[in-house]
DNA sequence: TGTAATGTTTACCAATCGGTCAAATTATCT
DNA sequence: AGATAATTTGACCGATTGGTAAACATTACA
């Protein structure tokens, strides 16, 4: 009779799964590029291949997609931090820590996009997820370094100021792409800047942080 | 007779001053935060406090605007890094380049934001500035570190993700502004933050470039 | 195979978009 | 003060926006 909404059905079709990561899948193109106001669900219907209200019936409104799009990304976005562990020895972990980041900056580059757009905005969908979750995923691995400090593993340091180092590093690499591309030129802007950030960017930490090499 | 758009007199008038200037500070507050596309005229034109035709009668489109501010932007931007002195030492150059940087982010995060949104965009209405003045001015910055490394003023490392490594640290207090508030929570919030910044990025950076304090 | 639920599209809506126009107002200069 | 140039605005335009209604097409399942 009436409309029956994907959403509202209890099992979901092979038809709804495909459709719905296909329009995640285009959404997260355009997002990412012009951000929230600046993405028209014309774009993204043009891009997913299919028409307008074809989207609005798989996801009621705008907002509905960015939200799926940015929860999605938030737990898989966080995944390395929750790597870092505390038992391991502060050089591989804060080694395999950054060449993480730097493996996701070159493999997502789009959903760090989504992300940092959703921060330059002031983060109006997503700052209650920043000030719990995050917070507390920081709050715990920071003490993690703290005690690494307080054992002579690594120099006094602030480990907050330290995660947001290494979250920027890495993260420029697909935030600004362009402009790395750009000033590396056509020589050096091959794939292999990513293995040259990550060696660069390795031995800074490493013996930024006074860490004894293994 | 027929309307002197502004931007046809020889002479500015005062008030042309003026009103270029309330309407640049607005569409800055507009354009940092929701990108190009995403502003509309009439969010600036509230924001400058004035109607929309009278925008238009100082800047024929939102291009105009955007273009403007851009110009701005990318020139005072650089400046840190035109200050950035071959004949100085290592310690003291990097160090007073990241307090530079933190100032600038801590400032004018509007700014850095505009900025960050267009790289992000894809550098749609930069890429030449990127690829021509911007490129030329890190090429001989880089040449500048990599004397310093050839001398064993510092340690080897490739001096374009150096830069990088530099820009996006201190950059990350601007854009990534809410999460970092976030993060740090009420407690740490407050304004020391770039204090706390300064202290721990210049450590990470003397040391880690393996710079021998004097 | 028939039929009910699911999926898709064309046509459309009110609101908003970037931008124009002409009339009205204000500042400037003699 | 009066004339002229500069500034400001309300009304408006066609295009685009997010979203809806309803008819049509397809799929799943008895």
Request: hydrophobic content about 40%; some cysteine; glycine content about 6%.
């Amino acid at each position: 009779m009436a409309i029956p909404r994907a959403a509202k059905t209890q099992r979901r079709t092979r038809i709804q799964e495909e459709k719905e990561e296909i329009i995640l899948e285009a959404a997260l193109d355009v997002f990412s590029v012009n951000g929230f106001r600046g993405t028209t669900i014309d774009q993204i219907a043009e891009v997913a291949g299919m028409s307008k209200p074809n989207l609005l019936y798989y996801f009621r409104t705008k907002e509905a997609m960015h939200r799926a799009l940015i929860d999605r990304v938030l737990f898989t976005w966080l995944e390395p931090l929750r790597a870092f562990d505390a038992n391991g020895n502060p050089e591989s972990e804060i080694r395999s820590y950054i060449r993480r980041k730097l493996e996701m900056a070159r493999d997502f580059p789009r959903e760090s996009r989504l992300f940092a757009n959703e921060m330059l905005q002031g983060a109006p969908h997503v700052e209650d997820e920043l000030r719990g979750p995050l917070k507390a995923l920081v709050d715990e691995k920071a003490e993690v370094i703290r005690a690494w400090a307080t054992a002579g593993k690594i120099t006094k340091c602030d480990p907050y100021h330290l995660i947001f180092s290494i979250w920027s590093t890495t993260q420029h690499y697909a935030d600004f792409d362009v402009q790395v591309r750009a000033v590396l030129g056509q020589e050096h802007a091959g794939e292999g800047r990513f293995e040259d950030a990550a060696r660069y960017l390795e031995k800074l930490f490493v013996d930024g942080l006074g860490i004894r090499r293994s």
